[in-house]
């Protein structure tokens, strides 16, 4: 195991060849960093370079799969790929010796369960809070969603899934329950809760219903490493889902905030205890309000200390807010393209974010960058920004494009998780309990007209049997009192039932 992964090599000495190693140290690369530039530029492989190097490093990694390109990292290059020849030339180029080709132990996820192990959560790990992102809310929306899970939790309701949560809403949009509400937790507008109601369809629609539920996902189960010490590549198949870029945004910030919530302060490791690749992160802030924009600068600024590094993929570093970017020590920056002004600025902010190297004007290097070559500025072992290097960036070991739909069948069935996901779950929760007790009121409600319909009965039987001296006195008799007592009696019993809801411990 080396302490560091090759980057590729830069002409740091001037003298023509990119031969000297440009290194990322795995003990600061829980520091953070960015790989960024323009389509087609490199960035997929160099994602897939770094990957592989930490798992050789046995260093676990998760990382999303946009295009599908990023799936080969599972299966050996080939010397019968057409890149095979320049592959190797790049290689000697940058000094890369006993450069071969293999793959990386390899794990596939997928929240939809076609390409990968399904990925789920509850709706209660999710929070109020992320999952009014997924669903656009606004701030009296998201209100209503907070109340209805503080609601769930002083009733000992499970919410587990988008049924549960639908359920909920429904009881919660009763007239004399949501009365009860407004009094005890805030005002519960009726237009809020039916536009979350709304919104929630729409969300169903996008087919977030496979995301939430049990099994949930255990995070130790992405921070494997096989017997021989490699680190597993955990990647998730996001061909599909990345057509809901709420829900992909919204779902890798939710599995962020777990690392940070559940794993153990280790402070500054040897090597991290996971990596993280957030891929297409301008998605991550995009229309994102004040409040969920400062829990991502929190989580990313202290995850560090739990041994988590994240790495930022995206076209350009103006795509992360400045309190971000600040935090991102190690930077990899492919081409960028400037045809117009604010390219051209987006181009000058980039370029001023490296450590000067007097042999270059790295303004003008980044608009000049091969497909393969990129700026490199690594943290030092002090922590310090190294001089940015014009770099050629190594070829990769595993194969260059995607791997077959056999070769991820095998892969997937040689997973150290088979099975545990695959079957979907579904408990008593919300849905189930809420059910139960509106059977068991709709019951008793039954039983109690039955009693106010014999009672009347009864009453009749009675007037029928009376004199007719008494039928024409104006005094109620005493059996016409009790039998009016009794059929008031049970309507108001009727009436209680329906009205105060199905919990018997709402406050009155």
């Known amino acids: 195991m080396t302490d560091s992964i090759f980057i590729g090599g830069a002409d740091a000495e001037g003298t023509g060849t990119p031969n000297v190693a440009q290194e990322l140290l795995l003990k600061i690369a829980n520091r953070h960093g960015i790989v960024a530039g323009a389509t087609g530029t490199g960035k997929t492989v160099t994602l897939q370079i770094l990957a592989q190097g930490f798992s050789d490093a046995g260093v676990p990694v998760f990382c999303a799969d946009v295009k599908g390109d990023l799936s080969g990292i599972c299966v050996p290059g080939s010397k019968d790929h057409k890149l095979h020849d320049k592959l190797v030339s790049r290689a000697e180029k940058i000094g890369l010796e006993n450069y071969e080709y293999k793959s990386s132990p390899?794990?596939?996820?997928?929240?939809?369960?076609?390409?990968?192990?399904?990925?789920?959560?509850?709706?209660?790990?999710?929070?109020?809070?992320?999952?009014?992102?997924?669903?656009?809310?606004?701030?009296?929306?998201?209100?209503?969603?907070?109340?209805?899970?503080e609601y769930a939790d002083d009733n000992n309701l499970l919410l587990l899934d988008l049924k549960d949560l639908r359920k909920l809403l429904v009881h919660m949009s009763d007239k004399e329950i949501r009365a009860e509400l407004s009094q005890e937790y805030g005002n519960v507008a009726s237009s809020s809760l039916g536009a979350v109601q709304r919104n929630l369809l729409v969300l169903e629609r996008e087919g977030a219903d496979f995301f939430f539920g049990e099994p949930a996902l255990e995070l130790s189960d992405m921070m494997r490493t096989t017997t021989d010490g490699l680190g597993i590549v955990n990647v998730l198949d996001a061909t599909r889902l990345i057509n809901s870029p709420k829900l992909y945004s919204?779902?890798?910030?939710?599995?962020?905030s777990e690392l940070f919530e559940q794993l153990p302060?280790?402070?500054d490791p040897e090597k991290p205890k996971l990596v993280f690749f957030f891929d297409e992160a301008h998605l991550l802030f995009d229309d994102a309000p004040d409040a969920l924009l400062q829990k991502i600068e929190q989580v990313v600024r202290l995850i560090r200390s739990k041994g988590v590094g994240v790495f930022f993929v995206t076209q350009n570093p103006r795509d992360l807010p400045e309190s971000v970017l600040a935090q991102l020590g190690n930077r990899i920056q492919h081409a960028l393209r400037a045809?117009?002004?604010?390219?051209?600025?987006?181009?000058?902010?980039?370029?001023?974010?490296?450590?000067?190297?007097?042999?270059?004007?790295?303004?003008?290097?980044?608009?000049q960058l091969g497909v393969g070559e990129a700026l490199v500025s690594t943290l030092d072992a002090k922590g310090a920004p190294s001089v940015v290097q014009w770099t050629v960036v190594r070829p990769p070991a595993s194969r260059l494009g995607p791997a077959t739909e056999t070769e991820r069948r095998q892969v997937q069935a040689a997973s150290p998780v088979v099975g545990k996901y695959d079957t979907s779950i579904d408990?008593?929760?919300?849905?189930?309990?809420?059910?139960?007790?509106?059977?068991?009121?709709?019951?008793?409600?039954?039983?109690?007209?039955?009693?106010?319909?014999?009672?009347?009965?009864?009453?009749?039987?009675?007037?029928?049997?009376?004199?007719?001296?008494?039928?024409?006195?104006?005094?109620?008799?005493?059996?016409?009192?009790?039998?009016?007592?009794?059929?008031r009696t049970a309507s108001r019993e009727v009436v209680r039932y329906i009205l105060r809801g199905i919990f018997g411990n709402l406050k009155r």
């Open 339 to 367: 045809y117009t002004p604010s390219e051209r600025k987006g181009v000058r902010a980039a370029a001023d974010s490296f450590r000067t190297n007097e042999s270059f004007d790295t303004e003008e290097v980044i608009t």
């Open 250 to 256: 919204t779902f890798l910030l939710w599995l962020l």
């Open 265 to 267: 302060e280790v402070g």
């Open 106 to 149: 390899t794990v596939f996820w997928d929240l939809f369960g076609e390409n990968g192990h399904p990925v789920r959560t509850t709706i209660s790990e999710m929070g109020p809070l992320l999952l009014s992102r997924l669903m656009g809310l606004t701030e009296a929306q998201e209100g209503v969603l907070t109340i209805a899970f």
């Open 427 to 487: 408990r008593e929760s919300a849905y189930e309990v809420l059910e139960a007790k509106e059977a068991k009121a709709a019951k008793q409600a039954e039983e109690l007209a039955k009693k106010e319909a014999k009672a009347k009965a009864e009453l009749e039987k009675k007037k029928k049997r009376t004199t007719s001296t008494r039928s024409r006195s104006r005094r109620m008799s005493s059996l016409e009192k009790a039998g009016n007592q009794a059929a």
